[in-house]
């Protein structure tokens, strides 16, 4: 089996919060799998993406990718991996062109691959029309799809979304939806995190849930519900897992 992600024992605690955001967590994405990273308010979702990326340092563990450790700075394999934090990461002031030209350069593509490749996920995600307006007047879901898009500019293999679908109208929720199910048939690895269940059920392999900076539960959904007494669906094992008690 080939990873595209390896975490082990990952241990990260936060100044001045109460307990370990990360508390020994180990987890492996399969190659070319979608994978959804899912687990209640607090759960260290965001801060297992954020080490993964290298945004952020562990205390304690490892973290491989494609096989290679990401302390290992000759490793260069920063231009396989797309990032799309939940936070909007474009300029406001900047058309979504301008802003895929200014990113393009970031990353050192040439612009006519930037254009072509810009183009097609315009289209793909319903903004083509849009492309020379500038992202301030965008609405919540048009941005969230230009901030996917910039993510994806030079093609990576491993595209990892912090809650790509939060708080977006239906429409753009589907459109990206189908995006990422079309993305992953193309052969790449996807990991992405979610607060909707009937989502992840849909469209991932695997599910990976986490509670508490811990490993609670991994595999595909219908192997989840299945080893669940009582469920038929996936927010069933997830309550199961994680109770009810609403986390702030
Ligand atoms: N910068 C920070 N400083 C202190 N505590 C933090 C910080 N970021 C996250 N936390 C805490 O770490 C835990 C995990 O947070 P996070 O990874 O954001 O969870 P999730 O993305 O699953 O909601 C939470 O208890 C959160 O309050
Ligand atoms: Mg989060």
Redesign the pocket.
Known sequence: MSWAIELNHLKKQ????W?P?LDGLSIRVKEKSITGLL?P????????INIICGLLQADEGTVQIFGNPISNTSSNIGHRIGVVPQQIALFGNLSAWENYQYIGTLYGLPNHQVKERATYLLERLGLIKHADKRVNRFSGGMKRRANIIASLLHNPELLILDEPTAGVDVQSRAMIHTFLHEYHQSGKTILY?SHHLDEAEELCEEVII?DE?KLIAHGSPAALIEATSGAAKLEDVFLSYTGRTVRD
């Open positions: 936060y100044k001045n919060a307990a955001a687990g308010n607090g759960a260290g979702k965001t801060t297992s995190t986490l900076g």
